[in-house]
């Protein structure tokens, strides 16, 4: 027997019981008379007193982080530490065993606020997860895992695994390919989403379907976004609305938030906001509510203004208030921000002072019209300041969402320890690509608002889709869509992004053929799991709460993972590429 307690609980009322405890070395006091050893476990940490003789000869050789077994007797202490919940005891040393020692020198201090490089941190990961903080958030992770699919069961779904090994098809980022070695020449994808699959399992009859879905898609890492794979809760419903899929998410979402924080968590109704009206308002479809400032249009304001910059521009502007309080070097460093980090030509701003007065910046060109209509039509307030975005419209809205969110982080401005979340609708059909090329917006297997019709007759780029998102503190955290079931309604969709019906029966033939016999009308969504884990866990890498993550150049330092293989094994799955090694490192 290893251990008859955990480290974390032991108490005054184990006061003579002899125990038997396991755990690793966090720290050792070697006051000559005795020996004191911090033993931890992810339970908690107990003292460890040595004071035998032989036992202090034998601990000479323990490091810290080295792994032991100890036997002995639970005392009261003398010096009480109040800091931990096992500190009104320790344990006296009868028996002593180095189970695992560790190296003398480690790569890093454990469970210390020292600043350690990150690539250094994921190289040893299996020592960063002893850290106590990242050690939490895992287990953290599993609890929410846990409650995700006790709730989605609680609602009637049921959990239906789906191939990972899949094809390829066009979901919004690159696919990971997997060579066959039975079939030459052709491949595999791992699944950017159960997205063809669950749909499927709508056609074959199933109600409620979900998974704690693998996702792959080779995209760029961000600090909220995992490269390479990630996790969502995935889920569909046969004969379902959008409504029905909101009050699921209404109801999933805040009960397992609230089961985790306490920190004010927003219920359902969850506030909608149109995917145009968040693009003019917060100037991103991902708008932290925290954040009390909002973009309003100005040019018709400005449109008999002498100002150059402005002329045959959308003029954006944000008004803060109070704002007119701040120094010159802040406006200077917040037009260093526009230009270096939000691509702006430049940042216009004025203060309006309790006097009434307009100072700063481009005060010279606020007309006593141009300031009246302000302070009439745009409620700006004495001691505000006024910053504004002149621009295309697209370019003048991204700018004005990146100067809104700075903002309001240097100014302190975002409500603090809440979760506020909102839908984001109505997101168009199509977009332009950098080609100038019609596209999917959003998902391809979203039900065009309007049916058939509008894509016979509306402009491609005025179609709106029954397409969602749910939006968290600034952070997309679901996204979902009533699906297109009709197989002529999917035919046309994809014919307006230039895909034949050839195309579909190629790349979609099982969805596209089972579309042919009675497919009910469906919708779902799939929240992240990994950003709703962050969310929770309050941290700002979402690489803290995945257990072995990649780095930010998608690289497992770890593993060493992507690395070269053996001509042989490419030579299983018919590929030849140039500067391979063979086993014997030709």
Not at 325 to 348: P, S, Y
Not at 507 to 533: E, S
Not at 550 to 578: C, G, T, W, Y
Request: charged content about 30%; some cysteine; glycine content about 6%.
């Amino acid at each position: 027997m290893y251990r008859t307690h955990n480290l974390g609980e032991l108490n005054i009322k184990n006061i003579g019981q002899n125990v038997e405890l396991s755990g690793w070395v966090q720290k050792i006091r070697n006051l000559g008379a005795m020996i004191f050893i911090d033993l931890r476990d992810e339970d908690g940490i107990t003292q460890v007193v040595i004071n035998d003789e032989n036992l202090k000869q034998q601990a000479k050789d323990i490091t810290t982080e080295s792994c032991i077994h100890i036997s002995g007797k639970v005392v009261e202490r003398s010096n009480k530490n109040t800091k931990i919940p096992t500190g009104e005891i320790e344990v006296i040393t009868e028996k002593i065993e180095i189970l695992g020692r560790c190296k003398n020198i480690l790569p890093f201090e454990i469970n210390t606020d020292q600043e350690v490089r990150e690539d250094l941190r994921l190289e040893y990961r299996f020592l960063d997860l002893r850290c106590e903080k990242l050690h939490n958030n895992i287990l953290l992770r599993s609890e929410i895992l846990k409650t995700l699919r006790n709730k989605m069961d609680e609602l009637g779904f049921a959990e239906i695994q789906t191939p990972i090994l899949a094809n390829s098809s066009p979901e919004g980022a690159r696919d990971f390919l997997v060579p066959s070695r039975l079939h030459p020449g052709e491949f595999y994808a791992l699944p950017q989403a159960p997205q063809q699959f669950k749909q499927l399992l709508m056609v074959s009859g199933f109600n409620k379907y979900y998974q704690i879905a693998p996702c792959f898609r080779d995209e760029d890492p961000r600090a909220d976004r995992a490269p390479g794979e990630f996790y969502q809760l995935d889920f569909e419903m046969a004969f379902s609305t959008q409504e029905d899929v909101f009050e699921v998410l209404e109801n999933v979402i805040p009960y397992t938030f609230k089961k985790f924080t306490n920190w004010k968590v927003d219920e359902g109704p969850f506030l909608r906001i149109p995917y145009k009206e968040a693009m003019e308002k917060y100037g991103i479809d991902k708008p932290d509510l925290r954040n009390p400032l909002i973009i309003q249009d100005v040019t018709k304001v400005f449109e008999n203004s002498e100002f150059n910059a402005f002329k045959n521009k959308t003029i954006k502007a944000i008004v803060v208030e109070n704002g007119a309080e701040q120094g010159r070097k802040f406006f200077d460093r917040m037009t260093d921000f526009a230009v270096e980090e939000a691509g702006a030509k430049g940042l216009a701003w004025v203060k309006y002072e309790k006097d009434g007065s307009v100072t700063g910046g481009i005060s010279k060109f606020i007309t006593d019209e141009i300031k009246t209509k302000l302070i009439e039509d745009y409620n700006v307030k004495p001691n505000s300041s006024i910053f504004f975005i002149a621009d295309e419209l697209h370019m003048a809205q991204k700018i004005a969402g990146l100067v809104r969110i700075e903002l309001g982080n240097r100014l302190d401005l975002l409500e603090k320890n809440a979760y506020r979340f909102c839908f984001i609708v109505d997101f168009p059909m199509y977009e332009l690509s950098d080609e100038g090329k019609i596209d999917f917006s959003h998902n391809p297997f979203s039900m065009p608002q309007g049916g058939l019709e509008s894509l016979q007759n509306m402009n491609p780029l005025d179609i709106l889709a029954y397409q969602y998102d749910v939006v968290c503190n600034g952070y997309e955290m679901a996204s979902g869509a009533v699906r297109n079931h009709n197989p002529e309604i999917m035919l046309k969709a994809f014919e307006i992004a230039g895909y034949k019906e050839e195309d579909i029966k190629e790349r979609f033939g099982a969805l596209y053929n089972a579309f042919q016999y009675g497919t009910p009308p469906h919708a779902g969504a799939a929240p992240g799991v990994d950003r709703m884990v962050m969310l929770i866990a309050d941290s700002q890498n979402i690489r803290e709460v995945i257990a072995f993550p990649k780095n930010k150049k998608a690289r497992d330092v770890l593993m060493n993972a992507p690395s070269k293989v053996f001509d042989e094994q490419l030579k299983d799955v018919h590929i030849k590429i140039a500067n391979v090694v063979n086993r014997d490192g030709k």
